[in-house]
């Protein structure tokens, strides 16, 4: 096995699980850290406790799996790659966070060119990368830029975003002229634009490279109004609500239905966990969706689904309730 580009905090599991006295432990990782289970189940092990790793997909620190390591009888989560979302958990959990061994540097000055036209930079990251903001903080202000880096207080860092909560970019999109993403793919970059309107330069640190996110975001903008036109016809729509414990938003799903019947059209409750093309094909008399659960599914994946499925805000422009100019001036998001 390869040693791994994150890290992953070996010797404090062993120490936690000892300290903690564990009997069982259920471990859970995201998708690309799935592959050193056996070897961090083999420490949990040696320090004194049978673990059980999750297969099933994680994505999020939403998807933290209390009901299934408390139907194993699991006295301990530990969960890999996310900060701590949800403030309340059924059961006790360690959180550890992979960080990123990867340096930011060169992917940093790769950036400034692309930044030129602008002075004042909001500096945003995922969780992965976060403890390297102040060394791409120091590359920017070496290069003459001011550099903005929000903390709303809803996530764990400054600086720090996750696909549903911008809300550390949005405290300080005011006062910057751009924002600089320091992270691998697309997905958060882009939902960076959505959020803030703002331009965004991407400096991805695993390719060491930089790049403009523009033409992408508009692409997206325009499947985006694509979907909410269509949905604007559509007779009957499915409103799904998220049956991972983050991912739960019964209040906004009920305020939907009752919009969706308000316009006069017939809606229909779905509670899902997996939301895969196949489950909402079961449902043939539907014509669009509302997705409650994790904005990804609408924005970074809608190609998989042959219909619409709209965010929460977009489905208010489908129902005439927001134009669209207002959705894109004050963000697809929530946070
Ligand atoms: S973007 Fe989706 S997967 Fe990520 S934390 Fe939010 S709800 Fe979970």
């Not at 062993?14 to 471990?27: G, H, N, S, T, W």
């Not at 799904?240 to 229909?268: C, S, T, Y």
């Not at 669009?288 to 994946?301: G, K, Q, V, Y």
Request: charged share 25%; aromatic share 6%.
């Amino acid at each position: 096995m390869p040693p791994s580009t994150f890290e992953l905090d070996k010797s404090h599991l062993a120490e936690e699980i000892r300290k903690r006295k564990a009997r069982l432990v259920f471990l859970q990782l995201p998708e690309g850290l799935k592959t050193y289970g056996p070897e961090l189940a083999a420490i949990v092990e040696e320090a004194g406790a049978t673990v059980i790793i999750s297969a099933d997909p994680c994505y999020g620190a939403c998807d933290l799996a209390s009901v299934e390591a408390r139907s194993v009888g699991a006295d301990l989560i530990v969960h890999y790659g996310h900060s701590k979302m949800q403030p309340k958990a059924a059961l006790p959990t360690l959180y550890i966070e992979a960080k990123a061994k990867t340096t930011v540097k060169s992917a940093v000055k790769k950036a400034i060119p692309l930044l030129e036209t602008w002075r004042n930079i909001g500096l945003v990251t995922t969780v992965q990368h976060v403890h390297k903001l102040d060394e791409a903080k120091t590359v920017l202000l070496e290069a003459g830029k001011a550099v903005a880096v929000g903390d709303a207080g809803r996530l764990k860092y400054a600086g720090q975003v996750v696909g549903c909560d911008y809300s550390n970019a949005k405290a300080v999109s005011r006062e910057v002229d751009a924002f600089l993403f320091i992270g691998g793919g697309k997905f958060h970059p882009m939902g960076l634009v959505l959020a803030t309107g703002k331009p965004t330069v991407v400096a991805n640190p695993y390719e060491k490279r930089a790049f403009r996110i523009k033409t992408e975001a508009l692409k997206l903008l325009r499947k985006r109004w694509a979907n909410i036109q269509e949905a604007k016809l559509a007779d009957e729509i499915g409103i799904l609500v998220g049956l991972k414990p983050g991912q739960k938003r019964i209040d906004q799903a009920l305020k939907m239905k009752n919009l969706v019947e308000d316009a006069g059209k017939k809606a229909i409750l779905l509670a899902i966990r997996e939301i895969t093309p196949e489950a909402l094909m079961q449902f043939p008399t539907i014509d669009a969706f509302i997705n409650t659960t994790c904005p990804r599914l609408s924005l970074d994946d809608a190609g998989r689904f042959r219909l619409p499925l709209l965010t929460p805000k977009e489905a208010l422009v489908a129902l005439g309730k927001i134009q669209w100019e207002k959705l894109c001036k004050e963000g697809w998001f929530e946070n």
